[in-house]
């Protein structure tokens, strides 16, 4: 064989490409993830699911390597199909969530069973997210401890995952420190209208104070809140979704939050966050 012909012999980076399955209720959402997926080296698409259920029977017929997983999902969300998946003793893929920003997910994820991805999605982290996943698989058992108890192991960090996910949250009602004229007041967190983070200050306003939290992240300060009333709505805002007044539709399918505070405040909602605002209030 001549050299021309050598050098155009296709390069096989992967002689075993890694299966991959996408599950996601917005088709725009598992197109722009197929396409990352598909343009990386040595990944196939081998199949797509649109809910749950599908979720379910596609990975029992399809054994993929690794399933990306949308969170937020009618019927059956993530963690019911892994609930699931684990009440009928089936064997789990390496298990990726997709989700828009929000305080849980970043938590909850910080486990070493499940990875996650940020929508709208990144390239480098899609990239990062599959070296990891070959990595995992890549693993003897002796080098990673995976034998029968480190299984078990790790199907009980899923399922205590599952059991946090679905347990009721549990009302918060503190007080939380804000800074306004030089003293610290004690304000009740229902009556906190929005938070926004702007040069590194967290801002607070209720309907009648304004002033300065002590946190250094939202993050921070949403560990201080009651998750079912306060919702990430932009990476800049906390909102209290029982203080929203209006929502105004913007350019190119955005939103718009009108809050209920003295100024009337308009607050974006990123594009990730979307998703959950129609959920929120089945626009």
């Known amino acids: 064989m001549s050299g021309g012909e050598a050098a155009s012999l296709p390069l096989i980076p992967f002689a075993v490409p890694l299966t991959a399955l996408i599950v996601d209720d ?3 959402a598992r197109q ?10 040595g990944v196939e698409v081998v199949a797509q699911g649109s809910n749950g259920i599908e979720a379910v029977d596609l990975i029992r017929s399809h054994k993929p390597d690794v399933v990306f997983l949308d969170v ?11 609930k699931k998946l684990l009440d009928k003793k089936t064997g789990l893929p390496q298990v990726v969530f997709a989700t828009a920003f929000d305080q849980y997910a970043v938590r909850a994820f910080e486990v070493n069973a ?4 940020l929508k709208p999605f990144d390239r480098k982290r899609v990239l990062k997210t599959i070296e990891k996943v070959r990595a995992r698989l890549a693993t003897p058992p002796s080098e990673s401890n995976g034998d029968a108890s480190s299984t078990d192991a790790r199907l009980d960090a899923l399922l205590k995952l599952v059991e946090t996910r679905t347990q009721p949250a549990r009302p918060q009602s503190g007080k939380v420190v804000v800074r306004a004229q030089s003293r610290l007041l004690l304000v009740d967190q229902r009556e906190i209208c929005f938070a926004s983070i702007e040069g590194g200050t967290i801002s607070v306003v209720t309907g009648a104070v304004e002033g300065e939290s002590n946190c250094r992240t939202l993050e921070e300060l949403m560990d201080q809140l009651d998750p079912e009333t306060f919702w990430r709505a932009h990476r800049s805002y906390v909102v209290n979704i029982q203080h929203i007044r209006e929502v105004v539709p913007w350019f190119k399918s955005s939103y718009q939050l009108r ?4 100024r009337k405040t308009e607050i974006p ?7 959950r605002l129609r959920e929120l209030f089945n626009l």
């Open 72 to 82: 937020q999902m009618p019927g059956l969300d993530g963690f019911a199909v892994l």
């Open 259 to 262: 809050m209920d505070d003295p």
């Open 114 to 117: 499940v990875d996650y991805l």
């Open 32 to 41: 722009e993830l197929a396409y990352l997926l598909e343009a990386a080296d």
């Open 269 to 275: 909602v990123s594009r990730a966050q979307t998703k």
């Open 26 to 28: 917005e088709p725009l």
